[in-house]
């Protein structure tokens, strides 16, 4: 189990192979919550899941038993920080990539996105500068990222990032198999020269 391999919680993404009634999801995160010790992270992702409840449906999971938080992964920013206001005890995490300043600023604990296992420190110094006001060195970090975010759609998205991870980490595991086209070399250069300009700028900021 989770606990027995000495993880600190859970997070669980919405069932999204069928389609099921927001009555049948919330029953499916109580369940998980029962079964246990862990504390539990609820998801919302609706650019994934196809599933975009309301912000009433959402705090229902957050009042749920055993749950700590939520990742809400959706540019509505609105909606996310008026969960933090109705929530001020739960750990709400961002995890658009592309508003992460944004994210951090409309009051979100933390933040998870899928380039930050390339771009830890990048995204490590936008999340230190909004908490210290510096909006200017902020909103520098951000423009870097989302050079690399829109690098790496023209490459192919997430079948172009897995190919640079274990290219540049060694995860040969996160390479892609069939179907779908492999991103070309010159495509995987191009992303590397972004990558490698993101590091940069993180390197260069306060």
């Known amino acids: 189990s989770a606990s027995e391999a000495g993880c600190d919680a859970i997070a669980a993404l919405p069932p ?28 919302h992702i609706p650019e994934i899941s196809g599933y975009d409840f309301t912000r009433k449906q959402l705090s229902q999971w957050l009042k749920l038993p055993n749950v700590l938080g939520m990742k809400f992964t959706s540019f509505d920013l609105f909606r996310m920080e008026r969960l933090i206001t109705l929530h001020p005890e739960k750990v709400i995490l961002h995890g658009a990539d592309q508003m992460l300043m944004h994210g951090i ?34 909103r520098n970090g951000q423009g870097a990222l989302n050079d690399f975010i829109e690098q790496l759609a023209a490459a192919g998205g997430l079948r172009a990032f897995k190919a640079l991870a274990a290219a540049r980490l060694g995860w040969a595991s996160a390479a892609s198999p069939a179907p779908g086209a492999t991103p070309s070399i010159e495509k995987l250069g191009q ?16």
Do not use: W
């Open 16 to 43: 999204h192979g069928g389609r099921y009634a927001y009555e049948e999801l919330t029953e499916y995160y109580a369940t998980l919550a029962r079964a246990t010790p862990l504390p539990l992270f609820v998801y």
């Open 191 to 206: 992303l590397q020269e972004r990558l490698a300009s993101a590091l940069e700028t993180a390197r260069t900021m306060p």
């Open 105 to 138: 600023a409309a009051g979100a604990c933390g933040a998870i996105g899928t380039t930050y296992n390339l771009l830890g420190p990048l995204a490590l110094k936008i999340y230190k500068a909004v908490r210290n006001g510096d909006l200017l060195s902020a």
